[in-house]
């Protein structure tokens, strides 16, 4: 007996509709975006959060050598004065010196020297007009081997690593006097030039602005100065060299806006200045403002 013949039913084709082509081409477009999204956005927080690395950094290395400077101004040892019996600083001219704008083009040379230790002798004028929006401050301290770096000559230095000059006109004694002037330079860098004034040199790059404040204190009815800023001013309000209120400077407020080394922002963004003031910007770096406060030590406890 031969066995009954199958019929056999032709299969359906299988496949995808074109609606559902579709779909899984959306879903894979958008799975592809989302990814591409995610590595753009990484990789623009590397970038922000190494730039804003780099600025914490720059910030502080000139932060701390502001400080340092700052806090030596006014500095002298105290000798006795043999007729009054009297301890004296062989030092005594202004700790400090200020231009809201930068020093003027005519007296931007005349520093302190051997033959000139006398800081009210020594003419300073500001450039009031030049409206860079950047200070210069002026420190100035007997200089010694404790509170420099000597030279290979045993010499004490100033802010570049040269050599000061020695003041030998002083009957109590010699010293040596530095006068460091900081300043920021046109292709935005913290810059210093020392006493032997031939040039300026960067010590930190990405310094896009530089503001002081400075610590008056008000004198005593004896007319004993005093020592604690009852009011901040700009250099321009303390007044000019000789007939400021440079001697009742007693601290400094410092603020500086640092700048991001490259751009990392998609467009240019406002940041907040020293004055706490939104500030556009023409470029799409990072902007950030750090401040400090220095107490002039030398003037308050060497009355």
């Known amino acids: 007996m031969s066995p009954l013949p199958h019929s056999h039913r032709p299969r359906a084709q299988m496949g995808l509709t074109l609606v559902e082509l579709m779909v899984s081409m959306v879903i894979g477009l958008a799975v592809i975006g989302a990814g591409l999204a995610m590595y753009s956005t990484s990789g623009f927080a590397g970038k922000g959060s190494s730039a804003l690395s780099q600025m914490s950094e720059d910030a502080s290395l000139a932060l701390s050598l502001m400080r340092n400077h700052i806090a030596m101004a006014?500095?002298?040892?105290?000798?006795?004065?043999?007729?009054?019996?009297?301890?004296?600083?062989?030092?005594?001219?202004?700790?400090?010196?200020?231009?809201?704008?930068?020093?003027?083009?005519?007296t931007k040379d005349n520093f302190l020297s051997s033959t000139d230790p006398d800081a009210t002798k020594h003419q300073i004028a500001c450039d009031?007009?030049?409206?860079?929006?950047?200070?210069?401050?002026?420190?100035?301290?007997?200089a010694d081997q404790d509170n420099t770096v000597a030279n290979?000559?045993?010499?004490?230095?100033?802010?570049l690593g040269n050599g000061v000059p020695l003041v030998t006109t002083n009957p109590l004694g010699n010293y040596n006097i530095a006068e460091n002037r900081f300043f920021i330079s046109a292709d935005n860098a913290l810059s210093c030039r020392g006493n032997d004034g031939a040039v300026s040199q960067p010590l930190v790059d990405n310094v896009a602005q530089m503001q002081i404040w400075y610590g008056v204190a008000t004198p005593s009815p004896t007319g004993t100065?005093?020592?604690?800023?009852?009011?901040?001013?700009?250099?321009?309000?303390?007044?000019?060299?000789?007939?400021?209120?440079?001697?009742?400077?007693?601290?400094?407020?410092?603020?500086?806006?640092?700048?991001?080394r490259d751009p990392v922002l998609d467009t240019p963004a406002p940041y907040f200045n020293c004055?706490?003031?939104?500030?556009?910007t023409t470029d799409r770096r990072l902007y950030r403002a750090f401040t400090t406060t220095v107490v002039l030590n030398n003037r308050i406890f060497q009355n």
């Open 74 to 106: 006014g500095y002298s040892r105290m000798v006795l004065e043999p007729t009054s019996n009297a301890m004296v600083k062989l030092y005594t001219g202004h700790p400090v010196f200020g231009c809201r704008f930068g020093v003027d083009s005519i």
């Open 128 to 142: 009031n007009a030049a409206g860079t929006g950047n200070d210069t401050l002026i420190v100035l301290y007997e």
């Open 225 to 260: 100065r005093g020592t604690v800023a009852t009011r901040y001013l700009r250099a321009n309000q303390v007044g000019d060299m000789n007939n400021g209120n440079w001697d009742q400077v007693v601290s400094i407020r410092l603020c500086l806006v640092i700048q991001s």
């Open 152 to 159: 290979t000559a045993t010499t004490p230095t100033d802010c």
């Open 275 to 280: 004055n706490g003031v939104s500030t556009p």
